[in-house]
């Protein structure tokens, strides 16, 4: 097991490691401007200049001494974080419901499918004048365009998974003499389930796409902004670690909700093992 491990982690490395190289090899040669595309070890030592410093937390007896990174990489991540998280929670949150509602309901989606479809083709960076003119500056845009991002993908997703539950169930069930209520909490939800999962793991990755643009908007703080902040003085090196660190976060939350799905759905057929 470990020697499968190894094995697929170095083959899943190998061409990241390729493409460094490459262009490690670019940038030594001189066949590209180092002020436009720097080397990844100037982008790295810029990454750990990002990151860093360490600054040193000592209590007031003097117990102790606690290293701690007060550099502006941790502070930027857990504020798009922060705004991540309240986005798609509100998004979400809006969109489970209602998306359940529609699927279970022929009268209702057929009410509100002609205005989903009119406003899902409209991409979140389109709201951000009307969000700066309804909130201002600062968190609350932000995080209403992050809400827009992730309550579509939610949405359609639950819809569909509520709409295409078996038939044999529904009919087996109502020979039964099931009621609607147990049918759609028994049935419905559950079978819907792993199509809800799927359309929360891609709302997230959403909500982490529109967190990057409204934070060079609407906010002085961010990964975003700092990326805004970085083209301003032409600092290549740091404009490519923000998006290195962008990268590095939005995999750890997809790993992330891959695991919780396959936690929530080890009954789901093609999951068990």
């Known amino acids: 097991m470990r020697r499968e491990w190894w094995r697929d982690f170095l083959r899943g490395v190998a061409v990241p490691l390729l493409v460094v190289a490459f262009w490690q090899s670019l940038v030594s040669l001189q066949l590209v401007n180092s002020q436009i595309l720097p080397s990844p070890l100037a982008v790295l030592a810029r990454w750990w200049a990002y990151l860093a410093p360490l600054e040193a937390y000592r209590p007031a007896d003097g117990s102790w001494v606690a290293w701690v990174l007060s550099g502006e990489l941790p502070n930027d991540a857990v504020a798009s974080l922060m705004r991540v998280f309240a986005g798609f929670a509100i998004g979400g949150g809006l969109a489970l419901p209602l998306g359940l509602l529609m699927g279970a309901n022929k009268q209702i989606f057929g009410l509100l499918n002609p205005l989903v479809q009119i406003f899902r083709p409209i991409p979140p960076i389109a709201f951000i004048p009307l969000s700066i003119l309804w909130f201002g500056l600062g968190n609350p845009p932000a995080i209403f365009l992050i809400s827009i991002g992730a309550f579509f993908p939610v949405l359609m997703n639950t819809v569909t998974g509520v709409q295409t539950v078996d038939g044999i169930y529904i009919r087996a069930a109502r020979n039964l003499g099931v009621r609607p209520w147990t049918m759609f909490t028994r049935i419905m939800l559950p079978a819907a389930t792993p199509y809800i999962l799927t359309g929360a793991r891609i709302g997230m990755g959403t909500a982490f796409i529109v967190v990057i643009v409204s934070e060079m908007i609407a906010v ?8 805004l902040e970085a ?34 759905l080890k009954w789901h057929r093609g999951l068990e093992s």
Do not use: H, P, Q, T
């Open 220 to 227: 002085n703080s961010g990964l975003g902004f700092r990326i």
């Open 231 to 264: 083209r301003e003085y032409f600092w290549s090196d740091k404009i490519i670690a923000g998006m290195f660190s962008i990268g590095v976060l939005g995999l750890g939350i997809d790993v992330a909700m891959s695991r919780l799905s396959r936690v929530l």
